[in-house]
């Protein structure tokens, strides 16, 4: 039984590959047995990590097992406390990983940077991020962006402008709603994306990166500062000025995204990660999806 596990996850908006087998997990080391990779199934796919784990199998005669889930995290929360881990795993967004750090259910990384110049291949900030006590703990995957997707087809058949401040996008709301249609959706069962989407950026938008940092440094009264309170008063705005497609505080992410491709609203917060998580069900469109193009938020004055 394996009691630590090398982790692939993910950092803030850095993805990271967690790492390792420890304890138990002699069958990964010694180079027998068969090979768990463990992966969060969402917008990226897992389908680097059946590449990678398929090429590496075939290479060193080993089995290798990759599987994913949309919600992992909770298939792996029972093992970690029995102590059968994964040998890899990218537990995803819903996984406290520096809590599996601090119990020592984590391998460090290190002795594998160390070997062939891996380490030099990175970005030191970027592996500081997954460091605790000097060892390297998690691996960087990926770089995600958050900021609004807009339907290019319906802007560029009803001559709609791409707004860039606060008072362009309340005008555009207005000609958006006089043809029937939502300005806005959200996925609102998960509330890190109206964060991310709204409040996060206009916080930074009133105040700069200070008022940002100080919320992130725990700042006595950070939260309350005339930066936020000014993000939550434009938010707030939006929902009583009915720009928000009815119905959006009980979507889930798929059900907003896939309302925002049928052209229920003409634009969603999102990350980079849209097109690939929407792929499939672009695939299953009678006319075929539209264009989307991802926007800046539009700025506070």
């Known amino acids: 039984m394996k009691t630590r596990t090398i982790l692939l996850s993910a950092l803030v908006a850095v993805g990271a590959l967690l790492a390792g087998c420890g304890g138990g997990g002699e069958s990964a080391e010694a180079g027998k047995g068969k090979v768990e990779v463990v992966s969060f199934q969402g917008g990226y796919g897992i389908d680097f990590f059946q590449a990678a784990g398929k090429e590496w199998g075939e290479k060193e005669g080993r089995e290798v097992d990759v ?8 298939k792996l929360r029972p ?12 537990p995803g967004w819903g996984m406290d990983y520096w809590a599996l750090v ?27 991020m ?5 060892k390297v ?14 339907n290019a087809d319906l802007f560029q058949a009803n001559g709609w402008e791409v707004p860039t401040t606060f008072d362009e996008l ?8 006089a043809k029937g249609l939502a300005p806005i959706t959200f996925q609102g069962q998960y509330p890190y994306y109206m964060l ?12 700069g990166i200070e008022a940002w940092n100080d919320i992130q440094n725990l700042k006595p009264g950070a939260w309350k500062s005339a930066s936020v309170l000014e993000a939550a008063r434009r938010t707030q705005a939006l929902v009583q000025r009915g720009d928000f497609l009815r119905g959006s505080m009980g979507l889930n992410h ?11 609203a003409a634009m969603i917060p999102c990350g980079t990660w849209l097109v690939s998580e929407m792929a499939e069900y672009a695939k299953t469109m009678p006319n075929g999806a539209p264009k989307v193009e991802f926007m800046a938020v539009p700025t506070l004055p």
């Open 254 to 264: 798929t059900d907003s995204q896939a309302a925002f491709y049928d052209g229920k």
């Open 102 to 128: 601090y119990d020592d259910q984590l391998k460090p990384w290190d002795e594998y940077l160390d070997q062939d110049g891996w380490r030099d291949s990175f970005d030191p900030g970027l592996l500081k």
């Open 196 to 207: 991310a989407g709204f409040l996060y950026p206009w916080i930074i938008s009133h105040g």
């Open 137 to 150: 703990y998690m691996l960087p995957y990926h770089v995600n962006i958050n900021g609004w997707w807009y």
């Open 170 to 177: 309340l005008a555009l709301n207005d000609k958006i709603k």
């Open 79 to 90: 093992r970690f406390v029995a102590g059968d881990v994964p040998d890899l795993a990218w």
């Open 67 to 74: 599987w994913g889930d949309p919600r992992v995290w909770e």
């Open 130 to 134: 997954g460091m605790h006590e000097g």
